[in-house]
Structure formats: C-alpha cells, structure tokens
C-alpha cells in the first residue's frame, strides 16, 4: 500500500515502517462531529485543563490539546468576523532557552499555568488564525518535550475570550478522555511487526490485521497492530502516503483509484473525485 | 466549513513568520555574514554558499530580528591531501577515512529550527483536521494533499543543498499539482517517459528543465523527446547510446555510472549503471556515433542506510569526470540522482550515518529499517564530497533527482473500514480475539510485486515480512 511497486519492495520495509495509521476516525462519532467542535470550544473557552499522562502517547496527546486550542481560536475569530485574517501577524516567540525571537516586537511571554518552559503571544494586531496555529504548534512542540506549556494568544476579538485570553495547558496526566471529546482516538504510530504492537493508548485493544478491499489475500496492510475495535464505516488515516502510492495505484477488482482533496499553498481547497467506470 | 476555512490563513501566516525567519527565499545565498566570529575565520568567498546562508540569512523586511545562531561551526577541513582523485582501491580507502572523520552538519539555528517545526505542526494539524471534516462526505478512499509542504520540503533542499537543483522524479507521484507547484519553486523535472515529459511540458515546463533520465528508452520516446527539444537524456551502455545517435543526433547524453550502492534496499545497480572502468570506451563510442557527452549521472539506490555512500559516489563521479577528460571529453554536468528519505520516520535521532550505528542506537527490535540516516545526514556527506571533487567555480552543473523526498510526507490517506471478521487465535486459546479488518483504498500493487517473487511465503509469515526475507541484503 505504501509505496506500490516500489513500496512493496522498499518502502513498506524501509522508509514507510509506520504502517499503521496515525488516527481512527470513528464514525458514529465523525457524525456527531458539532457536537465535538461544541465541546472543542467549551473545553477552550473555559479555559479548561486538559490534562495527559501516558509517556507513549504524550505527544499525541499534545496534538489534540493543541488542535483544541487551535480549533477554540478559529471559533472565536470566526464569531467575531474577523476582517482581515491573511494580515501577517507580528510574532513573538519564545524558544524553550528564551532565545529565540523570530520577526518579532515586543510581547509578553506567556507564563500562566506554572512551570511554563515555551509560550506564545501574538499582537493585537496579527491574524487572529496565525495565532492559533502557532498556539497549537507550539503547544505540541513544547509537550513534546515532556514541558508543561501555556499557550496563550493575547488580546483576541472573542466573546469566549473577553478578557482577551484563551488558555489551554496541558500537562502530564490522562490521555483517553480528549481524544474522545475530539471525535477520534489517537494512536502512536506503529512499527509494522514489531512484537506487541501499538502500544495502547488507554481502552481495550484488540491484535488486528488490516487487509486491503480486494478478493486476493494479498493485499494485507499489516498485522497483530493493537488497535481499538473498528467498526465498518470507521476511517483508518495513514500519514505519508506521498511517494510511490497513487503512482502505482491501479483499478484491480473494479475498485476506483482514491480521490484527492488538495490544501494549495494559497489556502484554496479543491477536492478532485475520480471518475467511476459505471 | 470551520476548517477549510481556517486552515488556508493558518497556513499562509505561517508561512510568512517562516519567511520572516529565513528571509526570501528561505535559501537564497546573499553574501551576508550575520556574525563576527565566522567572518573573521575565512574570506567570504571560500565559504560554501550553505554556510552564507546559514550564517548570514539574508536580512529582508524584518531587518534585524533575525537572532544569530549560536552556535557556527564552518565545514570540517578537507582531509585529503594530494592527489584529490585516487584511483581504487585507494579511493575506497581515502573516502572512509573521510567519513570517519564526519563532515560538519549545518549549524543550527534554534529559532528557525522552532518556527519551521511549528509550521510543520500546524500543517499536519490541518491536515488531519480536513481529513475528520471531509469523511463524512466520502464513500472511498481518498488522499489529502497537501502541497505547502512540497513546498516545505522544497526549501529544505535548497537550504541543504544549495548548489544542487533538484529535479523532480515525476515517476515517484506525476500529480499535475505536485509538478506545478515544484515548476513554480523553481525545480527542474526528472523525467522517465514520453508520457512524463508530455504532463511536464503541457503543464509549462521548459525542456531545458527537464531530463529523460531512463537508461534504457524506447526509440519512439526518443523521438518525441527530440520533437520537444528534451535533449538531456542518460544512458549507460554502448547499445542505448548508439540508439540516441540514431533518433536524435543533437542529444546531450549522460553517462549513468555504476556507484556502490551495497547498502540500499532497493539495489538499482543490479539493473543499471556503467562500471567506471568502462568510460573511455562509452567516450569513443560516442564521438563515433555522434553523441555529445555532457555529464555523469548515478543512482546510490533507494533506501541507502549508509550516509557515507552519497559523498563517496560523488567522489565516483569525479573519477568519472577525470575519466572523460583523459579521452578528450570535457564534462560539465553531475547528476547524483535521487535516494533521499522522505520523512524523518525512523530517522536516527542522534544523527548516526550508517545503518548499524543507527541500529546499535537501539528501539528497534530487530527490525532492519526501523532506523535510517537523516537527509541532513545525507546532505552533509554530499556538501563535503562537492567541496572536495566539485568546488564552488569549477564549472559543474550539479542536480539531483529526488522523488519521495519532496512527496512522502504530502499526502495523508484515509480510507474507510468496509468489513469485519473477528476470530480466535487458536495458538494461545480461545480468549485471545483477533480483528481481521478490510478497508477501502489500500489496494497496492502487491499483486505486481508478486510476479517477480519466486517461492511463496513461509508459512506463518505475513508477505511484507516474507519480502524482507527474499531481498539479498549485503551487510
């Protein structure tokens, strides 16, 4: 799957060992998936803690707490009709050293929460966008490193955020409850045949094999990968999946080629179907 | 729709702290040196164009806020000392004791290194954030693709390998975007068919920025290469160069040698590459047949878990080069293919070089490719090599062909689970429950793989691991 025809040989077993998929999108709860940008908000908004434990998961962990924070901003810039989101922001950012400053005037390193190792503030007059991005980046990058991070975009045109601040911190403690709040669970990313698997992020697992749709019993994925229980109708997202993939894809059993959706570098979505042989 | 709508200007402004950070473009050499401590140590001009631009990022519209790293080491010093192409087996020898002594990787600049990795993140974050909003909508498989970070990827080159213009291999993903958006960037297109060079052109390519690098071509496509003015086309036999002299006279050919490639995964040296011993025979075949000579060309193989091997071909090619003037062919082109990793999955963290040391950092539980050298680790060998075989003035244009390097990481699959079969582990007892899921979209071309297998399974082995047992690996 990975590589196709050269995947098969190389890159399955070479660059392309995680094999597993990055994240299980759950179905019935892809459906109720307001229902989780409401709770997405709320948890924000309220300046909630989000709290992770599980070193293994940590920094997955650290990526949904900061697409919360991220997903929280957008919500309130979008509230508050944000006019001029493509305005380049002024950016302070603070390394975890306290060194780094890039392209930046002066801000307030954000310090809330404690023991703060890395934060961000943005200016008034930046994207409100840019400064959630940056907020969730930096977020996951911080909790990366096992820190503790506030990420804290300042003065942002939110009624969530009157006070001008939006919070989120994250620290070392409990990691299934935000998946779910998020709509899919996060897994590590597996090592194909490695003996035990995925290691679990918190609920049962169970071993699983993940064959392809055709009726050949080769196209199998991979094998004994500790997953949650799927269901039909879950999606399964593989990362990496660039090189040597839709080139040697082909339409064997009658099964079309993937469709794409494409993010262009100037910000425009164009989703590409391919068309079905009826 | 939230995201799609949020997505776009998280990404734009982060690309622009990034171009704030490197200045623009991000790796475009400019001369300026940030510090006192490298400018005093050398003149500028001996400098690599990679350490100008690391040391001394050009200083755009934020003027002056751009920190200077801290740490600055300029490139180790040539350690070879007279004649600066032995011949073998001495060259063997002299390259590793050159690798021994490992070349310097790039500074690092902690500020730049935090905004690209924040880039990196919010690029994924989006993502994964279209993938959940798009599913709902989708009954197959489908990619997301996101082509900012071909971009990413893009400047990452230019910034390791400065000197070195890449041409995309359009064979490892021929998507129009993808083509468009590296034409766009400035890179030029590795080409390996008439079907290849046809998508290239009709997109607005240049054929001067393209290369028909297949060693062996089928006489129609060479044709249609000529009718399009793709002159630059590789061979490595006395056969295919014969071929070109006949359907396009005028063709700059490149001279594809054979390098080691022992430590790859995918060998392409079983099937391609000239031996050096052979070059002044190509040389005088090719002033008999009419074929001007421009370049050497090489291809370490796919999957190289040696870092080292990537600044020894070039040390190759030199030979080569060497070779060719010998018999009166001057050239002025070096192509050192592709190989490059596309994501650092995998990649040793500690920047080991060589496939066991990077295993003898351990965590991977036996698996061979659990670990790999990093492209920086890659780059670092081939910087030194150039310095040392190709300096900055003497005339070689230098390429390369990465394909997976700019795509891999751009694509995100998702694919949708159409059916379920629990069944019981027999070995261990009937507790023991096993999920056997099949899913939408994961079709490979396994079953093309299969044709060239010839014994069947071990029986208990999965067919990926079956592979791994039939592919010869060489130390």
Redesign the interface.
């Known amino acids: ?18 094999c597993a998929p ?2 299980v ?1 759950a179905d019935r709860e ?2 109720a ?1 307001a229902a989780a ?1 409401d709770a997405i908000a709320r948890i924000s908004a309220d300046a909630s803690t989000v709290t992770v434990t599980d070193a293994v998961g940590l920094s997955h962990a650290a ?1 949904l707490a ?2 919360a924070v ?2 929280a901003v ?2 309130a ?2 509230a508050a009709a944000a006019e001029d ?2 305005e ?2 002024n ?1 302070l ?1 603070m ?1 975890g ?1 306290g ?6 005037e002066s801000a307030s390193s954000a310090g809330a929460g404690g023991a703060s190792s890395g934060g961000v503030g943005f200016s008034a007059a ?2 409100v ?2 400064a ?3 907020a ?3 977020a ?2 911080a909790v990366a490193r096992s820190a503790t991070v506030a990420a804290t975009p300042s003065a942002m045109a939110s009624p969530a955020a009157a006070g001008g601040r939006v919070r989120a911190s994250v620290s070392p403690a409990s990691v299934g409850a935000p998946s779910r709040a998020f ?2 669970a996060a897994l590590p ?1 597996a ?5 035990g698997g995925v290691p679990a992020l918190g609920g049962a697992t ?9 009726c ?1 019993s ?4 991979s ?2 990968v500790a ?1 949650p ?22 339409r ?2 009658g ?2 080629i ?12 164009e ?1 590409q179907r ?1 068309e079905v042989v009826e | 729709m ?13 690309r ?2 990034l171009s ?2 490197l200045g623009a473009p991000p790796a475009a050499p400019c001369g300026v040196i940030g510090g006192a401590s490298v400018a005093s140590a050398r003149p500028f001009s001996s400098l690599a164009p990679h350490v100008l631009a690391a040391a001394g990022r050009p200083l755009g519209s ?1 003027s002056g ?3 200077a790293p ?1 740490t600055r080491r300029l490139p180790a010093p040539h350690r070879r000392s007279g004649g600066v192409f032995p011949s073998p087996p001495a060259a063997r020898h002299a390259s590793a004791a050159a690798a021994a002594a490992a070349p310097a990787p790039l500074p690092v ?4 290194a ?2 690209l ?6 690029r ?13 909508h ?1 009954a ?9 970070e071909v ?1 990413a990827k893009h400047a990452q080159w230019r910034s390791e390998l400065p000197r070195v213009r890449p041409y995309f291999a359009v ?5 129009p ?1 993808i083509v468009a ?1 590296l034409a766009r960037l400035g890179a030029g297109f590795d080409c390996a068919s008439k079907g290849e060079m046809s998508m290239a052109l009709r997109l607005g390519v240049p054929p001067s920025d393209i290369i028909f690098a297949h060693p062996a071509k089928q006489p129609s496509h060479i044709r249609y290469a000529r009718e399009k003015g793709v002159a630059r086309m590789t061979f490595d036999n006395e056969e295919e160069l014969r071929k070109i002299g006949r359907e396009f006279p005028g063709a700059q050919a490149v001279l594809r040698i054979l390098t080691d490639d022992s430590a790859s ?2 060998r392409l040296g079983l099937k391609f590459g000239a031996p050096l011993d052979s070059v002044p025979h190509l040389m005088a075949v090719a002033k008999e047949a009419g074929v001007e000579v421009v370049g050497i060309s090489y291809h370490v193989g ?2 190289n878990g040696n870092a080292a091997a990537f600044g020894d071909a070039v040390r190759d090619a030199r030979k080569a080069f060497d070779l060719a003037a010998a018999a009166g062919v001057k050239l002025r082109l070096l192509d050192i293919g592709g190989g490059f ?3 650092e ?2 990649a040793s963290g500690s920047g080991a070089d060589t496939l066991p040391a990077a295993r003898a950092e351990g965590g991977d ?1 036996g ?1 061979p ?2 670990k ?1 050298p990093s492209f920086s680790a890659m780059a670092t060998h081939i910087r030194a090599a150039m310095d040392e075989c190709f300096p900055e003035g003497c005339g070689v244009e230098l390429m390369a062909e990465p ?2 390097f700019f ?14 079969r629990t069944t019981v ?1 027999e070995a261990t007892g009937a507790l ?19 044709c060239g297998v010839q014994s069947p399974p071990a029986p208990g082995l ?4 079956s ?2 047992l039939l ?1 010869p690996r060489v130390k």
């Open positions: 799957m990975n590589d196709g025809l050269y995947g098969s040989f190389n890159c399955i077993l070479y660059d392309h060992v995680t990055a994240l999108l892809l459906n998936s940008d990526d900061a697409a991220e997903r957008v919500r810039a979008e989101a493509e380049q922001c950016a950012v390394g050293d060194s780094g400053v890039v392209g930046g930046g994207s966008a840019a959630a991005s940056m969730g980046s930096l996951r990058a709509g899919y990313a090592t194909v045949g490695l003996p169970h071993p699983t094999t993940l064959w392809g749709p055709t050949d080769m196209d199998k994925i094998d004994g997953m229980e799927l269901q039909p109708g879950d999606w399964l997202v593989f990362e990496n999946m660039g090189a040597y993939t839709v080139a040697g894809s082909c064997f059993n099964f079309p993937a469709s794409k959706v494409y993010l262009h570098t100037d910000g425009s979505v989703v391919e | 939230l995201s799609s709508a949020a997505a776009p200007s998280i990404r734009r402004n982060a622009a702290l704030a950070a934020t806020s751009v920190v801290t600049d902690p500020a730049v935090a905004a990795a924040a880039e990196g993140a919010a994924r974050a989006a993502v994964l954030d279209m993938v959940r909003h798009q599913a709902p989708h197959d498989a489908f990619y997301v693709v996101d082509l900012a971009a064979k490892c993903n021929d998507d975007h958006t995964v995918c796919s999957g990793p596309g994501s999955i995998g539980n698996n490719y659990a790999h394909g997976r795509v891999k990481s751009s694509h995100a699959l998702a694919v949708n689970v159409v059916g379920k582990d023991a429950e096993r999920e056997s899921v099949c899913v939408w979209g994961a079709r490979l071309c396994l079953c093309a793989l299969w999965s067919a990926l691991h592979l791994a592919r």
